[in-house]
């Protein structure tokens, strides 16, 4: 397929390219539209997506479906507790012939990675992530190797099951532009998912509507979308105020502000917009901040991490005034 890398687009010609990889995902990812449209714009503001949910609601299929419209490269690492750095990030192996170490790159090298159970790998094993995530590149053996771009990592992890897992700590946690739930489908959907399934898998039948090239310049343009300084006090008013409330022992980091900073830039850009609006902000701040905060065990209530602070986010966005 043409790359349109070369070529001005205009915001409204970008929405609509986006818009026809978000409707492509969903002929296999079905009754997901808000997941769906979140992991995109993740890949938009070229971040990395967490996500949090019982077995078998879709998140590998979800992985796939965006390598595959995509047309880039994809792994999945099943990640468990005996895999080591090396089979994530590679290793050096001896050529006889040559007499010389040659090293062989793993399946981080890839466009799309599923790191698939993160949780239940050791935090050695987790934290060879961080550099590839951050900045995009791995050091091995005192030498750096670039990862091909675009990046993206799609984690996912069971929040019910604790039994043999390793908990992700908060510096892997705020590596990740946004935390989703896939939930279960609907009665209709499932219906769907059933009888397209029995027929045939339908991410055989998926084919690629963009490339690299392409993610690559809705990047770009993202980063362009104008943000006014209104808006800016706006998005930093909420993150002081997760570091005030008496609701959190832990607020978000200048790192989660940045993530909602982008993740309101790629929003815009889908709906065809070179500047943001206050909702794209509020928005997006329970996806983008709810776990990069550490809710106040005397106000934690909920049967999950997770309800407990989207609970005190919503708090807080009810305190902080939005811009005119």
Request: charged share 25%; aromatic share 4%; net charge negative.
């Amino acid at each position: 397929m043409p790359s349109s890398s070369s070529v001005a687009l205009s915001p409204r010609s970008v929405a609509e390219q986006l818009h026809t990889l978000e409707s492509t995902i969903e002929t296999v990812v079905r009754g997901k539209h808000d997941v769906v449209r979140l992991a995109l714009v993740t890949l938009v503001a070229a971040g990395h997506l967490l996500i949090e949910d019982v077995p078998g609601v879709g998140k590998t299929t979800l992985a796939r479906a965006l390598s595959r419209a995509l047309d880039c490269s994809f792994q999945r690492i099943q990640f468990t507790s005996d895999l080591l750095p090396s089979d994530v990030l590679g290793l050096s192996v001896y050529d006889q012939p040559t007499g010389r170490f040659e090293f062989r790159r793993g399946p981080i090298f890839a466009n799309v990675v599923l790191a698939d159970e993160i949780n239940r790998t050791t935090p050695k094993t987790q934290s060879c992530l961080l550099e590839a995530m951050a900045e995009g590149r791995v050091t091995i053996e005192n030498q750096t190797f670039d990862l091909p771009k675009p990046f993206i990592v799609l984690a996912t992890q069971n929040p019910i099951e604790h039994h043999g897992t390793y908990p992700l700590p908060e510096s892997q946690l705020d590596r990740f532009t946004m935390r989703l739930s896939m939930g279960y489908p609907a009665a209709e959907d499932e219906r769907q998912i059933l009888l397209g399934k029995a027929r045939r898998d339908p991410l055989l039948d998926l084919q690629p509507v963009l490339n690299g090239d392409d993610v690559l310049t809705a990047q770009e343009q993202a980063r362009q979308v104008r943000v006014d300084d209104a808006l800016v006090d706006y998005l930093l008013r909420i993150v002081n105020a997760t570091r005030t409330s008496e609701l959190l022992e832990m607020g978000v980091s200048p790192r989660g502000s940045l993530a909602l900073f982008r993740a309101a830039q790629a929003q815009a850009l889908f709906e065809g917009r070179d500047y943001c609006l206050p909702d794209d902000i509020k928005r997006l701040a329970i996806p983008v901040l709810s776990h990069r905060i550490i809710v106040n065990p005397r106000y934690a209530g909920g049967t999950r991490e997770a309800d407990d602070a989207q609970a005190a986010l919503e708090e807080i966005l009810k305190t902080v005034a939005v811009p005119v």
